[in-house]
C-alpha cells in the first residue's frame, strides 16, 4: 500500500510529508485548496505526462516521490526482481520536472523510463478519476478482473504461456521453413562436391609427394647426366679422380716409418673423406642402377595432379587446402540435416502446444462463461445502491476472430454499462458522466476486492451529483473496501467523510507572503468539526456538531 508521498515544489504545494495508513482515508477541504493536486502530483510517480508548468513559480524543479509497501504484493516483487531493481524496504517510485521541462523518472533510486513507472503503478494503486487513469477502461483489466472472480488467475497464466510457446515455436518453425528452398538447393551442391572430392580420395601428404616424383621424372636426363658425371669425377675419370687423389694422398704420407705427431689429424680427415666419397658412389651408383624414368609414370603423375589442380581452382583453394574444404562441406551438410530434423521437431512441439492450448483455453472459457453472469448481476445490484436506478451492466464473451493461440484466451472479454434506463449498453470508455463512471467503477471494485490484485484504491469526487441515502451508501461501500486494503477517496459529502478510518483536511495556508497547500490528518475533535463544517457550512452550531458525531459514531459501529 501507499504509506508516504512527498511532494515538493508542485503547482501552490511547496512542502508536503504525508503519512498513509492502511483503511479508508478520506480527503476534505474547501474547493481549490488542492485536494486534487495531491492526486494528480501522485499521477506522477505513477507514469503521468508532465509538463513544465506544474513547477511552482520560482522553483527550479518539482519532486514528487511515493513509498509503497509491498510485502503482500507478490506481483509488484516479481517485477522488480526481472529487473534487478529490488530494494530492502518499500519500494520508491520517484519523479523530477525541471522548469524547462524536463522530466526524470526513479524506481528505488536507479532511473527508469516513464513506462517502466507506468507498468510498476498499475500493479499498486488503481486511480479513478480522469478517463486517463482508470484501468478499469482497458479490456486487459476486465478479462483480468473476470479470471480473479472466477477463480481462473492460474489457468489464465498458463493459457498465457502455452500461447506465447506456441507463437514461438511457430516462428522458429517458419523461420526453417522460408529457407527450406535455399537449404534443397545447398543440400545438392554440397552433396555433389562431397562426391567429387571422396573420388578425388586425396591421401595424406600425397600432394607434396607427386609433385616431388613429377619433378624428378621430368628432369630424369639431366639428373642421369649429372650422376654420371659426378661418379666419373670421384671414381671413374682415367685422367685421375678424387677417390684416387685421395688414397696416393694417404699412400704418400703414411709411406713413412716415424710419423710426425702434427700430420695425424691431416691423415684422420683424409682417412674419412675417402670413406665418404666411397659411400657416396655406392648411393650414387644405386640411384642409377634403380632410377625407373617410366614415361607411363609420368603420364600417371600428371594426369592425377591435373585432377587435383583442376578441382582446387574450381573450388577456389589452394590444392594443399582441398582436405580442409571437404571438412568444411562435410560439417555445413550436417547442420543442413540437423535443421531439417529440428524442423520435423518443431512440427510436433507446434502440434503438442496447440492441443495444450486449446485444452486450457477451453477450461478457462467455461470458467469465465460460469463467472461472467454472477459478477455481471452483482455489479448491477451495486449500482442500483450506487442511485443509477435502471441501470444496467453486463459483460460480453467476444470470440477471438483467428484460430491461432492468443494471449487471453478463445475470447476478448468487455465489461458494458447502460447509466440509465432504456439506453443501450455500451462500453465504460464510452460512459459520459465522470460521476457515473467513478459509481461503476466502484461497484466493480466493491465485487472484486475481494480477489483484486492492486491493493490500493484512490476515488476522486466518486460522490459526484449524489447526495442522501445514496451517498451514505457510496461512503460504506467505501469502507468495505477500506477493511479489505487501502482506499484514499476525495469527498464533498460529510455523509461519505463519516465511515473513513482516517480524515485527512487540506487548506491553504497563508501565514506567509505566498499561499501554499497544506495536509493535516485530523484527530477526532477536529475531525467532526470538519463534517459539521461540511454538514452546515462555516457556522458551527451544536446541531450539527452533534449530527457529525453521530455519524461518526454510527459509521465506527
Not at 516479481?78 to 526524470?104: F, K, Q
Not at 529440428?342 to 483455453?361: D, G, P
Request: aromatic share 4%; hydrophobic share 40%; with cysteine.
Amino acid at each position: 500500500m501507499l504509506v508516504h508521498l512527498s511532494i515538493h515544489n508542485y503547482a501552490i504545494v511547496e512542502h508536503l510529508d504525508l503519512e498513509l495508513e492502511g483503511g479508508m482515508s478520506v480527503i476534505t477541504g474547501e474547493t481549490g485548496a488542492g485536494k486534487s493536486i495531491m492526486l494528480d502530483a501522485l499521477g506522477l510517480t505513477l507514469g503521468d505526462r508532465a509538463e513544465n508548468s506544474v513547477v511552482r513559480p520560482g522553483a527550479d524543479k518539482a519532486d514528487i516521490l511515493a513509498s509503497f509497501d509491498i510485502g503482500d504484493i507478490p506481483e509488484a516483487r516479481a517485477w522488480l526482481a526481472e529487473r534487478d531493481l529490488e530494494n530492502e524496504g518499500p519500494c520508491i517510485l520517484r519523479r523530477v520536472i525541471t522548469a524547462e521541462g524536463r522530466s526524470r523518472a526513479y524506481i528505488n533510486g536507479s532511473p527508469c523510463p516513464q513506462s517502466d513507472l507506468r507498468a510498476l503503478g498499475e500493479l499498486l494503486i488503481d486511480i479513478h478519476s480522469q478517463h486517463e487513469h482508470q484501468s478499469l477502461l482497458k479490456t486487459d483489466t476486465h478479462r483480468r478482473l473476470l479470471d480473479e472472480y472466477a477463480g481462473a488467475s492460474e489457468l489464465a497464466r498458463q493459457v498465457q504461456l502455452a500461447a506465447q510457446r506456441w507463437r514461438q515455436t511457430r516462428h522458429e518453425l517458419e523461420r526453417i521453413s522460408r529457407s527450406s528452398d535455399e537449404h534443397r538447393s545447398r543440400h545438392q551442391l554440397l552433396s555433389y562436391q562431397l562426391d567429387e572430392l571422396e573420388s578425388l580420395a586425396l591421401g595424406e601428404n600425397e600432394l607434396e609427394q607427386l609433385e616431388i616424383e613429377h619433378k624428378n621424372l621430368a628432369n630424369a636426363e639431366s639428373l642421369l647426366a649429372a650422376c654420371r658425371q659426378v661418379v666419373e669425377l670421384c671414381s671413374e675419370s682415367d685422367a685421375g679422380n678424387v677417390l684416387s687423389a685421395l688414397t696416393s694422398s694417404l699412400n704418400r704420407l703414411t709411406a713413412f716409418p716415424t710419423q710426425p705427431t702434427a700430420l695425424g689429424e691431416a691423415v684422420t680427415l683424409l682417412s674419412s673423406a675417402q670413406i665418404q666419397v666411397e659411400e657416396a658412389m655406392g648411393e650414387l651408383n644405386r640411384f642409377l642402377d634403380h632410377f625407373d624414368a617410366d614415361p607411363e609414370r609420368q603420364q600417371q603423375l600428371e594426369e592425377r595432379l591435373d585432377t587435383i589442380y583442376t578441382l582446387a581452382r574450381k573450388h577456389r583453394v589452394q590444392p594443399s587446402d582441398l582436405a580442409n574444404l571437404q571438412q568444411s562441406l562435410l560439417e555445413e551438410l550436417e547442420t543442413l540435416n540437423a535443421d531439417d530434423e529440428a524442423a520435423e521437431r518443431l512440427a510436433e512441439e507446434l502440434t503438442a502446444y496447440t492441443r495444450h492450448y486449446q485444452e486450457k483455453a477451453s477450461e478457462l472459457s467455461n470458467l469465465r462463461a460460469r463467472a461472467a453472469d454472477h459478477l455481471a448481476s452483482a455489479v448491477e445490484a451495486e449500482m442500483q445502491r450506487l442511485g443509477m436506478p435502471g441501470g444496467r451492466f453486463s459483460i460480453q464473451l467476444r470470440a477471438s476472430q483467428t484460430d491461432e493461440p492468443q494471449h487471453f484466451g478463445l475470447e476478448q472479454v468487455e465489461f458494458l454499462v447502460s447509466a440509465n434506463p432504456g439506453h443501450p449498453l455500451k462500453t465504460l470508455a464510452k460512459v459520459a458522466s465522470g460521476g457515473e463512471l467513478s459509481r461503476i467503477s466502484l461497484a466493480i471494485q466493491v465485487i472484486t476486492a475481494q480477489t483484486s490484485r492492486v491493493p490500493t484504491l484512490v476515488f476522486d469526487e466518486v460522490d459526484v451529483g449524489i447526495g442522501g441515502p445514496t451517498a451514505e451508501v457510496v461512503g460504506q461501500l467505501l469502507r468495505r473496501l477500506g477493511e479489505r486494503g487501502q482506499v484514499l477517496t476525495v469527498t464533498h459529502l460529510p455523509q461519505v467523510a463519516a465511515q473513513g478510518h482516517h480524515h485527512l483536511f487540506v487548506h491553504k495556508d497563508r501565514r506567509s507572503q505566498e499561499t501554499r497547500t497544506a495536509v493535516t490528518k485530523l484527530g477526532e475533535a477536529p475531525r467532526i468539526e470538519e463534517i459539521a463544517r461540511m454538514l452546515g457550512g462555516l457556522d458551527l452550531t451544536d446541531e450539527s456538531l452533534a449530527h457529525a458525531r453521530k455519524m461518526v459514531t454510527s459509521a465506527k459501529g
